[in-house]
């Protein structure tokens, strides 16, 4: 044990890929849980960037509230029209005033999504598809006392972050699918969902991709999308795993009836899917029933002294760390358990938990990691600078 109060463990289990059953989903960026997401975040670093140039220092903000109401739209082949706007209302806390300067908080926030938007749902047409509404209340006295000290922040809540590391097949297949789909297929807007389902050694990937009316004349154009994609999904998946694998994409799809995933602007947020922050990817940047997980919404927290954000974040990147740099290690769980108003680098424990590969004992590679879990929260405040940097995904 550290002085940090580090401790390392056998885990209680085996491996993820020895499980016989894996779970693994991931929303794409253009799912209403994900925009909420991407928009809460986005406004943080904005206001954080902000304070600093005004005021020369962080001040205390969170605006991890955010919330998606569904529009309403009609798509057509060849191109349709969004009828009731998508509302989105981003609601946190945020200092508007220090020592005479006033922060023009909710212009900001609102800038913010703007720009995210139009970079990552780019159909969706500002003011008119989409509508953004902030609203910023001060945060309370204490909290605000928490967050000013000089030095190493202070915790501000008592709560706790997870991360793993190495991916599994699976993972990284969900993860890959979701992020070239995207890429790939200008026909496939950014609202992509990916459930990927291991059984043994075989691995189904169910696929639901929103299509754009625009690039699709008729029925048969959007079939052939549809193959296209299973097709390249199959590729993709085939480049992370020799296991079998079956592709489904819109499985909900009656064809007899014409009554398919079409939208107008490429995210199911036009019309029926309403959206939160936190209900969607964890700091992997998937959703893994099969992982400790955090219940944290990570996005739109505050980078400085938000336990929920820095621990999720710093426990994910210090499983990374040690898989890198520490062999014979097959499977590793990282969790950090903080104390508020306790310094963030003094986490209340530090708890690691191992499955190394045969013929490697815990105990063979406990120092190692406890070094390195040691260093990265001696680190822990460059997770503000990659947070605000926008390095760091928290989704």
Known sequence: MTERNVRVHDAAGPAVEDQEIE?????????????????????????????????????????????????????????????EPIYLVLVGRATKAY???????????????????????????????????????????DLQGVFGREGVPMANDTSFGVGHAPYSETERVVLETE???????????????VMGKREGDHLDLTVAAAVVDAFVDDLDGYRAVVEDVEAFVRGVAAEHTDRSVEVYVNTADDYDAGSVYLTVTGTSAEQGDDGSVGRGNRVSGLITPNRSMSIEATSG????????????????ETAHAVVEEVDGIRDLRVRLLSQ???????????DAHVVTEEGVAVGDVAPEIETIVDRELADVTSITDGVIAGDLSTF
């Open 23 to 83: 779970i693994v989903e991931r929303k794409g960026v253009g799912h209403p849980d994900s925009i909420c997401d991407g928009v809460a975040e986005a406004a943080s670093r904005a206001l954080a960037r902000t304070y600093r140039e005004r005021v020369g220092r962080y001040l205390h903000f969170n605006t991890d509230e955010a919330q998606l109401v569904a529009g309403e739209s009609a798509p057509a082949f060849g191109g349709g029209d969004v009828i």
């Open 340 to 350: 508020i108003g306790r310094p963030i680098d003094r986490p209340h424990v530090a």
């Open 301 to 316: 927290k505050n980078p400085v002294n938000h336990i929920g954000k820095i621990y999720n974040l710093l426990a994910t």
């Open 99 to 141: 020592e005479g300067t006033r922060i023009p908080t909710e212009t900001v926030a609102l800038e913010a999504a703007r720009e995210y938007l139009a970079e990552h749902v780019p159909r969706l047409e500002f003011g008119r598809d989409v509508v953004v509404d902030v609203k910023f209340g001060e945060g309370s006295g």
């Open 179 to 193: 992020r070239r789909v995207n890429r790939e297929f200008n026909a496939v807007g950014p609202d992509v969902k």
